[in-house]
């Protein structure tokens, strides 16, 4: 099994930024191929936010193009969401994922980004 831990998420004005962080643990060796962000607003489904591979290939979520930025540290295995200029419509739950080798998909419990307008 993989745990992965967010945090970073909290409340913040409109234009302002957020780094959220999931650092994944394992009492087992593995290895991470992809993770990514997504998020779930109140009454609506899961979508990506966005994703980057083992090597580092990113891609983003149309809504958060040039605004969000996913990148990772390997060494950690610890994947960043850097979110700038964020807007009421980016307000959800923001969950982690990692896809981990021979393992699977694993999740992150979320964590609540609320942005007021």
């Known amino acids: 099994q993989v745990q992965l831990v967010e945090s970073g998420g909290g409340l913040v004005q409109a234009g302002g930024s957020l780094r959220l962080s999931c650092a994944a643990a394992?009492?087992?060796?593995?290895?991470?191929?992809?993770m990514g962000w997504y998020r779930q607003a109140p009454g609506k489904q899961r979508e990506l936010v966005a994703r980057?591979?083992?090597?580092?290939?990113?891609n983003y979520a149309d809504s958060v193009k040039g605004r969000f930025t996913i990148s990772r540290d390997n060494a950690k295995n610890t994947v960043y969401l850097q979110m700038n200029s964020l807007q009421p419509e980016d307000t959800a739950v923001y969950y982690c994922?990692?896809?981990?080798?021979?393992?699977?998909?694993?999740w992150g419990q979320g964590t609540q980004v609320t942005v007021s307008s």
């Open positions: 994922k990692a896809v981990v080798l021979y393992y699977g998909d694993f």
């Open positions: 394992s009492g087992s060796i593995f290895k991470i191929n992809a």
């Open positions: 980057i591979g083992s090597g580092g290939s990113t």
